[in-house]
């Protein structure tokens, strides 16, 4: 059966795109145009009153995008719909782009379709470039996905296995949430590039930096927690895709040598460096952010379990006695060394950790290296 396709819009207070958007929606829609006025305050109501065509629902007061696009969803299946369009009413989305959505939509009915931002151009905020990367390492961790733009609000949905779902929030986290539960569920995802651009005055963002995104991490918080108990330990039993997919990111045939290297001794660094506890907290959004293999990163950062303690322990000493000159303590064996000692000694244990893990993780790069490259192809 063809699928029915309508677009759906929450829009809070964005009088000054709204009417370029649904002008634009309505020259590429492929059926209904369906608008959840979330509460707007700026004459939005007026101007979707003097519209004509489009089936306007009014939410009052705010309740936040996640529940407005959940009414959208109810009046599309309503309307007897089986996907929804979803696009951002700021005008950071070109309508000219529907028809791609469309598209993918009829090729794939039974996956959920994401339009890809290109968030490395110049345009585009560093903190939302950021943000998306973010986004992105937490989603693959949290379903063994890995997607280009999971912040987009360019998307179309099946909306059959929606139903019977229940949501933890109703802002802006929803579109995460939703997406984790899909691919928990087994949708399968397909990606199709879309046009995006921020550069222009009348684009009016309701996305508050501090408070939203404390939300969605107390939600990514929640979702690893249900993938560590739940999903990766059912994938692993029933499915052994938990090993594939770390075997597949490990492995990586068309990432570089020396970034696999560099991965490598950055998490012996990390596993040294003397941050006890907080090693991979740190280290992981790290490794995230400058592109590092994480698989690999987290294997070299177990260097500091709890058989190979006394050996950091010592070596920090040995490498702290020359810094702190003549009151150094010099261990005469491992059978010395207890947490009482580094609380005496910590300013030498502090710098002869650091200087111990520049020094392993010169070596385990140079050492990794040289086996990746004679490993290359094998």
């Not at 991965?263 to 003397?274: K, T, Y």
């Not at 006394?310 to 702290?320: K, V």
């Amino acid at each position: 059966m063809e699928p029915r396709i309508a677009v759906v819009m929450a829009t809070y207070n964005n009088a000054g795109t709204l009417r370029q958007v649904l002008a634009g929606v309505r020259a590429n829609s492929p059926g209904p145009m369906i608008v959840v006025d979330d509460g707007s305050t700026d004459g939005s109501a007026d101007m979707l009153r003097a519209e004509h065509g489009i089936d306007v629902l009014r939410v009052a007061p705010n309740r936040g995008k996640g529940h407005a696009l959940r009414r959208g969803f109810e009046r599309a299946r309503a309307l007897g719909c089986t996907h929804a369009i979803t696009i951002d009413t700021d005008g950071q989305h070109d309508p000219a782009d529907v028809p791609a959505i469309t598209q993918a939509i009829i090729a794939q009915p039974d996956a959920m379709v994401m339009g890809i931002r290109n968030m490395d151009q110049a345009s585009v905020p560093g903190r939302s470039s950021f943000g998306n990367r973010f986004s992105n390492f937490w989603f693959k961790v949290e379903t063994g996905i890995t997607l280009g733009d999971t912040q987009t609000g360019f998307r179309g949905w099946p909306l059959r296995p929606m139903e019977g779902m229940r949501w933890l929030t109703d802002r802006f986290g929803f579109e995460v949430e939703a997406i984790v539960k899909l691919a928990w569920s087994g949708v399968p995802f397909a990606q199709v590039p879309v046009r995006v651009r921020y550069d222009f005055p009348e684009r009016v963002s309701h996305f508050k930096p501090f408070l939203d995104f404390t939300r969605i991490s107390l939600l990514n918080a929640w979702l690893v927690t249900c993938a560590l108990v739940w999903y990766w330990p059912k994938r692993l039993l029933l499915q052994g895709g938990l090993w594939r997919a770390i075997k597949a990111e490990a492995i990586h045939p068309e990432e570089s040598s020396i970034r696999k290297a560099c991965a490598i001794g950055f998490g012996f660094f990390m596993g040294i460096v003397p941050i006890w506890g907080l090693q991979l907290l740190i280290g992981i959004p790290l490794a995230y952010a400058l592109r590092l293999n994480r698989v690999l990163f987290i294997a070299a950062a177990n260097i500091s379990l709890p058989p190979m303690i006394p050996l950091i322990l010592y070596a920090s000493y040995r490498f702290g006695a020359p810094i702190v000159g003549g009151n150094a303590f010099v261990p005469e064996d491992l059978d010395g060394l207890s947490l009482a000692t580094v609380h005496q000694h910590v300013v030498q244990y502090a710098t002869g950790a650091v200087a111990l893990a520049l020094t392993v993780a010169a070596i385990g790069t140079t050492f990794s290296f040289a086996l990746l490259r004679a490993m290359r192809g094998r």
